[in-house]
């Protein structure tokens, strides 16, 4: 069964700090792994996308990687600001032009940064 | 450009009444979603459209849901008759290409039926 297992569940860290969270998913085939941002009360956003070919990938403060050989990604915020606070969601796409219906959601990671 | 468009933000109504929620996606996406997300379940797929068409509602939770998509600037989901345990927040999502699998999700519809 495809699954996307997120950690930590929940993350509390000060403003101006780094953290990393971590996604480990057993999706086959795969074809790519997102992140996205969801702030409170609003429609999750995507922040990068990761290709089978890549192993790293910047967004300003966010770095995403991903092994596709251990079947891992993880998303590191550098320099935490307030406006981070959210919940994170990664997802992984099989591919294909029909794959709508086979993304696999991971159950988010809620980042809490507080000044 | 306008992103997904969703009506209503909020809605609360009694158990038994019928839920209308509606969705405008993003001009020329021609691929649609309809997701609920909970605390306990996350985002859980509902229906998905692909060219106005119905291609996977196996995530319909029961008779009581149903989705259309008359053409490709709009499509509602109905609950009929409403329980409590559909009080979630309701998202519609649009998407291009479906092989980079990233999608356009609106802002949501926070149903509370008491």
């Known amino acids: 069964k495809n699954q996307v297992e997120q950690s930590p569940q929940s993350l509390i860290i000060l403003e101006g700090k780094n953290c990393t969270l971590q996604?480990?998913?057993?999706?086959?085939?795969?074809?790519?792994l997102r992140w996205y941002k969801q702030d409170t009360g609003r429609g999750p956003v995507s922040l990068t996308i990761?290709?089978?070919?890549?192993n790293t990938k910047s967004n300003g403060r966010y770095t995403a990687t991903l092994d596709a050989d251990t079947k891992q990604s993880s998303l590191h915020i550098t320099a935490s600001q307030l406006s981070d606070s959210a919940s994170y969601i990664c997802?992984?796409?099989?591919?294909?032009?029909?794959?709508?219906?086979?993304?696999?959601f991971g159950g988010g990671t809620r980042l809490m940064v507080k000044p | 450009d306008a992103g997904v468009i969703q009506s209503p933000r909020h809605e609360v109504t009694e158990m038994g009444q019928e839920v209308t929620l509606r969705c405008k996606p993003i001009?020329?996406?021609?691929?649609l979603f309809w997701y609920r997300q909970t605390m306990m379940r996350g985002l859980e797929l509902l229906i998905y459209?692909?060219?106005?068409?119905?291609?996977?509602d196996s995530g319909m939770p029961e008779d009581r849901f149903s989705a259309k998509m008359p053409n490709a600037s709009f499509s509602t989901l109905k609950i009929q008759p409403s329980e409590p345990r559909d009080s979630a927040v309701y998202f519609c999502?649009?998407?291009?290409?479906?092989?980079?699998?990233?999608?356009?999700f609106g802002e949501g519809s926070r149903l509370t039926v008491l």
């Open positions: 459209f692909n060219n106005n068409v119905p291609i996977d």
């Open positions: 997802v992984v796409s099989p591919g294909g032009h029909n794959a709508g219906n086979m993304l696999t």
């Open positions: 990761m290709t089978f070919s890549e």
């Open positions: 996604c480990n998913y057993t999706v086959s085939p795969f074809s790519n």
């Open positions: 999502a649009s998407s291009l290409a479906l092989t980079t699998g990233e999608l356009f």
């Open positions: 001009s020329g996406h021609n691929s």
